[in-house]
């Protein structure tokens, strides 16, 4: 499953969907879609298929029954899927120095969604961050990073509470 933000509906770009899984296939469907969506799409694209649940895709947006059915589904399509797929969208550099910070940080302490709990990875050289009763020391410059980052629109949505915390696994990608 995909968790992004939409973005401007007023900014769409046409994505060509092929029903077989192969570029030569004449079986293509055209979907104009948001250029974050259109961008993250582009970023996962594989020369393999994948099988992405994309709420956009899957659920009709103009029907809003089949929305309000999809949205009381939603607990269930995130903790039954195998990743969750986190796009943060575009990267700039000051957003990816933020990105770097954890990505190190995150190799030395897993974090359980479900409690809130952070436990040191066993073997790790760097556990400071997992310790709540130590304070961190932060560069300015990291902070002026991580502000990037978590300024970024996916972090204010209010549904990344659910798709996160019902995750099994996810996998957060600056593009």
Do not use: C
Request: charged share 20%; proline share 1%.
């Amino acid at each position: 499953a995909l968790s992004y933000t939409w973005g401007s509906e007023e900014d769409l770009l046409e994505i060509n969907v092929f029903g077989s899984g192969n570029a030569t296939s004449r079986d293509v469907t055209h979907l104009s879609v948001t250029r974050n969506l259109a961008g993250a799409l582009r970023h996962l694209r594989a020369n393999r298929p994948m099988y992405l649940w994309i709420d956009a895709l899957y659920i009709n947006q103009k029907d809003d029954a089949e929305k309000s059915i999809q949205v009381a589904n939603m607990s269930g399509i995130y903790s039954n899927v195998d990743n969750v797929i986190v796009w943060l969208g575009t990267e700039d550099a000051a957003s990816m120095e933020g990105f770097h910070y954890f990505r190190y940080r995150g190799m030395s302490v897993e974090v359980d969604f479900r409690t809130g709990e952070l436990h040191k990875v066993t073997g790790a050289w760097d556990t400071d961050f997992a310790d709540m009763n130590i304070v961190l020391l932060v560069r300015s410059g990291q902070w002026k990073a991580i502000r990037a980052l978590i300024n970024r629109p996916w972090f204010s949505r209010l549904w990344i509470h659910q798709e996160i915390a019902l995750a099994r696994r996810a996998t957060v990608i600056l593009g």
